[in-house]
T-cell receptor, first 113, second 113 residues
Framework: KQEVTQIPAALSVPEGENLVLNCSFT??????LQWFRQDPGKGLTSLLLIQSSQREQTSGRLNASLDKSSGRSTLYIAASQPGDSATYLCAVPANQAGTALIFGKGTTLSVSS | DGGITQSPKYLFRKEGQNVTLSCEQN?????MYWYRQDPGQGLRLIYY???????QKGDIAEGYSVSREKKESFPLTVTSAQKNPTAFYLC????????????FGAGSRLTVL
């Protein structure tokens, strides 16, 4: 059964720092991988989607990479800002047909000004 | 604007009572999902539905029930059989087969008194 793990569980950085969030998955036969952002008490917002054939995706200051063979993905945030403070979750489809997503527990990021 | 509406945002329940959480979408999405989130935990799938009048159990379906009588609506009932129902409940929808194009509602927080 696919399992998704995120490290670290929490991270605190000063404003302006570049940082990396990690996501690992046990079954490398994934269809794609997605990163979400969740603000406290809110729903999830999709940030980046990486298809299995891709190595990385970029959106503004965010860059997500995917290494299927090692079962890992990273989310790189450049020049962090206090507004980046949130919980970041990664997720992969439960199977090739993509019936539902399996989520990691998330990394809670705090950026201080 | 298209989106997903969950109600109520906050709900309190006495032990032994059933409660129903509403989820409505106007995105014309085929698939709808219910996830449960506990503090410091990722999202766990309760139920999902691919089409009207059809739904499938997720990883933690015990103590919950759903219906899908209309494409736009996917209500979740938390029954008295659910032993630990206090949690944050998230509804999502997608075009079937494109699970990563998930749109989430703002969530409903259920507290058992």
């Amino acid at each position: 059964k696919q399992e998704v793990t995120q490290i670290p569980a929490a991270l605190s950085v000063p404003e302006g720092e570049n940082l990396v969030l990690n996501c690992s998955f046990t079954d490398s036969a994934i269809y794609n991988l997605q990163w979400f952002r969740q603000d406290p008490g809110k729903g999830l917002t999709s940030l980046l989607l990486i298809q299995s054939s891709q190595r990385e995706q970029t959106s503004g200051r965010l860059n997500a990479s995917l290494d299927k063979s090692s079962g890992r993905s990273t989310l790189y945030i450049a020049a962090s800002q206090p507004g980046d403070s949130a919980t970041y979750l990664c997720a992969v489809p439960a199977n090739q047909a993509g019936t539902a997503l399996i989520f990691g527990k998330g990394t809670t990021l705090s950026v201080s000004s | 604007d298209g989106g997903i509406t969950q109600s109520p945002k906050y709900l309190f329940r006495k032990e032994g009572q059933n409660v129903t959480l509403s989820c409505e979408q106007n995105l014309n999405h085929d698939a709808m999902y219910w996830y449960r989130q506990d503090p410091g935990q990722g999202l766990r799938l309760i139920y999902y539905s691919q089409i009207v009048n059809d739904f499938q159990k997720g990883d933690i379906a015990e103590g919950y029930s759903v219906s899908r009588e209309k494409k736009e609506s996917f209500p979740l009932t938390v029954t008295s059989a659910q032993k630990n129902p206090t949690a944050f409940y998230l509804c999502a929808s997608s075009i079937w087969g494109e699970t990563n194009v998930l749109t989430f509602g703002a969530g409903s927080r259920l507290t058992v008194l």
